[in-house]
């Protein structure tokens, strides 16, 4: 059974930062993507940030130049730095990857349970 564990989250005020961290464990034979969405209360979730093979990553626009998504732990782990934080980034943020747990099986996508990211300006 894998399983996504998030860590990190939290409060803090405009220009802050925060790190969140999240980690697949399980039956695991790769992991071709991973990353972070958010949600904002009345919004869809989209996404922030991923990382493709452990070392391309991609952000959304809004986030380009503060946020950093980096893996480690053999590319089981992965951490989004936020530096310069703003209200509009206030969310529920979600872990997500996509993982082949057997090289018979097919990718499926798994979600970590969200963590809260709030910035008061």
């Known amino acids: 059974q894998v399983q996504l564990v998030e860590s990190g989250g939290g409060s803090v005020q405009a220009g802050g930062s925060l790190r969140l961290s999240c980690t697949a464990s399980?039956?695991?034979?790769?992991?071709?993507?991973m990353g972070w969405y958010r949600q904002a209360p009345g919004k869809q979730r989209e996404l922030v940030a991923d990382?493709?093979?452990?070392?391309?990553?991609t952000y959304a626009d809004s986030v380009k130049g503060r946020f950093t998504i980096f893996s480690a732990n053999a590319k089981k782990t992965v951490s989004l730095q936020m530096n310069n934080l703003k209200p509009e980034d206030t969310a529920v943020y979600y872990c997500?990857?996509?993982?082949?747990?057997?090289?018979?099986?097919?990718?499926?996508?798994?979600w970590g349970q969200g963590t809260q990211v709030t910035v008061s300006s």
């Open positions: 997500n990857a996509k993982i082949r747990e057997s090289w018979t099986r097919d990718i499926e996508t798994y």
């Open positions: 990382i493709i093979g452990g070392n391309t990553p």
């Open positions: 399980g039956s695991i034979y790769s992991i071709p993507v």
